[in-house]
């Protein structure tokens, strides 16, 4: 047989084998992780409901695990991924931001949806901060992650807007990491060194109840109008290696979403049960009929932080449109 007959015959081969292989296997197991605060309402769901697991079975992936983890900040959480001990995190717009723009090339971290729209508040017990500018070396600013949070990425937007450009770094030493359970605790006590909580629902809502505590700051000011807080990640790898899974997950989402909206005391209960909250159901409810607040899966002012993070040189790399941060699924929607 001559040489080009035999390579042929061997390619042949190759393909025929190639062909008879099984597809490649999608995982077994599924690690979601979380942070604190109602925000993450939909996630908390898709956990007591095991949605997840419903949409994965109906797609032909039986018995997928899930396994939940909560985290204290983005930072911790991108950390997480890029180590494969995460699939998907559950985070604000800045963390996922910083991700995006650091893994172009490589990892390819994007978001499969957003989470909801949700004004932010700096909240403080000092009664001479009526504004940011009257924060002293004296006061602590508490948030979930210094320079890279939303809360954090806000507060340099506001600093710029008080005291002028280039100094959005201002407040930046006063600026603490810190979980939003203990920094409400810490706020509330009135015998810490935090003066400032930059947080997020329920906790700004809880302290604001308490004699003495105000509110300094609201994002929504910051941003010009309703902004999304959080938003859903993974990587490129993970996506395309595990159609079935991430689908089943966008799938769970959007149930999720849609029982919140349309259910708000059965959504309320959840909440609770999964965090142990002593709120009442009503004071959960109200929070969620507050119509500054919104469950959606529809990117909102992304745009905003995106183009501040990359003037202000804290990434490097910036998308033309806001679909290049998000995975297909998600670009068809009226985003921004």
């Known amino acids: 047989m001559k040489p080009y007959t035999l390579l042929a015959a061997a390619a042949v081969a190759m393909i025929t084998v190639a062909g008879a292989l099984p597809a490649a296997a999608e995982v077994s197991e599924l690690k979601v992780a979380r942070q604190y605060g109602i925000s993450y309402l939909p996630i908390m769901i898709m956990e007591d409901q095991k949605l997840i697991e419903k949409a994965a079975a109906a797609a032909g992936v039986p018995n997928l695990k899930v396994t939940w983890a909560q985290f204290a900040g983005g930072n911790v959480m991108n950390d997480a991924l890029l180590s494969d001990s995460l699939d998907f995190a559950a985070g604000g717009v800045g963390p996922f931001v910083t991700l995006w723009a650091k893994t172009r090339g490589n990892y390819n971290v994007k978001a499969a949806a957003a989470l909801n729209s949700m004004p932010l508040y700096l909240n403080s017990n000092n009664p001479k901060v009526k504004t940011i500018k009257d924060f002293t070396d004296n006061d602590k600013i508490a948030l979930p992650a210094v320079k890279v949070s939303i809360q954090a990425v806000t507060l340099q937007m506001a600093a710029e807007q008080a005291f002028g450009p280039g100094q959005q770094n201002k407040l930046d030493h006063l600026t603490v990491s810190m979980s939003h359970p203990d920094a409400q605790i810490a706020l509330m006590s009135g015998s810490s060194e935090i003066t400032g909580h930059f947080t997020s629902p329920p906790f700004q809502f809880n302290e604001l ?8 700051l609201n994002s929504y000011d910051v941003l010009g109008g309703p902004a999304t ?10 996506h395309d290696n595990n159609p079935k899974v991430y689908a089943a997950f966008v799938k769970a ?3 999720a979403e849609a029982m919140v909206n349309n259910d708000r005391h059965a959504a309320a209960e959840t909440y609770l049960r999964m965090t142990k909250d002593k709120s009442s159901v009503d004071d959960i409810v109200k929070m969620l009929e507050d119509p500054t607040m919104k469950f959606t899966t529809t990117p909102n002012n992304t745009m905003k932080y995106v183009d501040f993070m990359y003037k202000v040189g804290s990434i490097k790399a910036k998308p033309a449109s806001w679909k290049e941060m998000f995975f297909p699924n998600i670009q068809s929607l009226p985003g921004s």
């Open 209 to 216: 109840k308490k004699p003495g505590i105000h509110r300094v």
């Open 229 to 238: 807080f959080n938003v859903v990640w993974t990587s490129s790898k993970f």
């Open 253 to 255: 989402l959007d149930e």
